[in-house]
């Protein structure tokens, strides 16, 4: 059965919307859990317009919808769930599919985290256009930010606010600080586009403190981490023989973890992004204030074209 369309039998109206998009094909990959250390098998499915990006972990017959909401757990990555059944270290592949406008997806996983790769969003990237992008039926929705909403906490800040004069899309503003040398007080100003995500953003590593590392281990954390999957900084040096990809790679992978936590709104964001020293409970929260009063936003709604009538492929 078929429900995807060509752009050109679509009515001018509908053509005038922005246009829902899913996978053209299917595609797998394989690898290892960043924190479970667990061997993970990863389909990325095509899905029915008003799908939304779903978690389905094929181990236990359970899906999860990947939203905001279902956040229910934020230590140093971002777990979403239903019941008992979990699926972890998602902001990754979630900044990959914002920024590539993919809009519906069936997220099959064998285990309870997404392999974690090299540790940034590129092999993720990778596999989205190795499948290909289409759109299909049914027009997307965008999430205008009306006023300033902020969340704070111990000297740390996220705030999203309305676009001035007349922008569009998503603007991010972010910086750090860290004590260690090797990263130090970093910012990043960025305007999200598939291109500036694939080439400023992409490849950014998620990054610890090798003083931390036992600790993290001894908490049931970063049992799969490695130098092939993570950047490692002891004091002023970092330890991957290879160094860093940008001399900045710190703040741009926290700007990737952004992006990828801002993506569970369920729809894509038109405002502006600030903050400083950000995490993944902190852009959690920021969502969850954000949706506790309706003045705060305003869903844009397309051109709903009617249902298509399923025919045989």
Do not use: W
């Not at 952004?258 to 993506?263: E, F, I, Q, R």
């Not at 038109?270 to 705060?296: C, E, I, M, P, W």
Request: net charge negative; charged share 20%; hydrophobic share 45%.
């Amino acid at each position: 059965m078929s429900y995807l369309r060509d752009r050109a039998s679509l009515s001018s109206a509908e053509r005038a919307a922005p246009v829902r998009r899913t996978l053209k094909s299917p595609i797998c990959g394989v690898g290892r859990g960043l924190h479970t250390g667990l061997d993970v098998t990863l389909h990325l499915l095509p899905a029915q317009p008003g799908t939304g990006v779903v978690f389905h972990r094929t181990d236990l017959g359970t899906s999860i919808p990947a939203r905001f909401d279902h956040v229910s757990d934020t230590r140093l990555c971002t777990v979403v769930s239903v019941g008992e059944a979990r699926v972890g270290t998602i902001e990754h592949l979630m900044a990959a599919l914002a920024a590539s406008g993919v809009d519906d997806l069936r997220v099959e996983v064998n285990a309870p985290e997404l392999p974690v790769f090299d540790g940034s969003a590129a092999p993720f990237l990778f596999l989205i256009e190795s499948a290909g992008i289409v759109e299909h039926g049914g027009a997307r929705d965008t999430l205008e930010i009306l006023r300033n909403v902020r969340v704070e906490k111990d000297g740390a800040f996220a705030e999203l606010r309305p676009h001035q004069l007349g922008g569009t899309g998503l603007e991010l503003s972010l910086s750090i600080e860290f004590a260690a040398p090797a990263i130090g007080t970093q910012a990043l100003n960025l305007a999200l586009t598939r291109e500036s995500f694939a080439s400023e953003l992409a490849g950014a590593r998620t990054f610890t403190q090798a003083g931390e590392i036992e600790a993290l281990r001894k908490s049931g954390l970063a049992k799969g981490g490695s130098l092939a999957n993570a950047v490692v900084v002891d004091g002023a040096k970092v330890v991957n023989p290879e160094g860093l990809r940008f001399a900045d790679e710190f703040v741009r992978h926290k700007m990737l973890d952004v992006v990828g936590d801002l993506a569970l709104a369920g729809a894509p964001i038109s405002g502006r992004f600030v903050g400083g020293k950000t995490g993944h409970a902190l852009n959690n929260q920021l969502l969850r204030v954000l949706f506790a009063d309706a003045a705060n936003y305003r869903l844009t709604h397309g051109l709903v074209p009617e249902l298509l009538q399923l025919s045989a492929a």
